[in-house]
């Protein structure tokens, strides 16, 4: 487990330097996140030929497994904040509920659209392969 947690940490450090190095308007582990990504699809055709990888990459899923696990945890200091700032709240209440409710229904309306432009270029790509390929078990 110990290898899995500094790996993750590896990965947000980098993504901290990136993002400083870089002047990046990301946040830092949102950075490193993509790099872990980007590592683990880089790796995942040769964990079984270098077992060593492997049980790196084992030891990172184990160990992101258990840090789910606890992931309401996350949320106590968050809930405590909000308990703390209850002024902010009493006094721009009414602005924040309503930014709350129209990102709701942006974020509703963005994913039916993107559902529905995956959902046609799929369809596309499987129509144009049956007729290209002959097979017309329809």
Do not use: W
Not at 24 to 45: C, E, H, K, T
Not at 46 to 71: F, I, K, M, N, Q
Not at 79 to 89: D, R, S, T
Request: contains cysteine; proline residues 4%; aromatic residues 6%.
């Amino acid at each position: 487990m110990i290898k899995g947690i500094a790996f993750l940490l590896l990965c947000q450090l980098v993504g901290e330097v990136a993002v400083r190095g870089l002047g990046l308007p990301l946040p830092g582990p949102v950075v490193g996140f993509l790099l872990l990504f980007a590592f683990l699809l880089a790796l995942a055709p040769r964990t079984y030929a270098r077992p060593r990888l492997g049980r790196l990459v084992e030891e990172v899923g184990s160990t992101s497994d258990r840090l789910l696990a606890s992931l309401g945890l996350l949320f106590v200091p968050a809930g405590a904040g909000v308990i703390q700032n209850l002024g902010v709240f009493a006094a721009h209440g009414v602005g924040l509920a309503l930014t709350l409710v129209l990102s709701l229904a942006v974020t509703l309306v963005v994913t039916v659209l993107v559902f529905v432009a995956v959902t046609r270029l799929t369809s596309r790509r499987t129509d144009a392969g049956e007729t290209e390929g002959g097979d017309e078990r329809r």
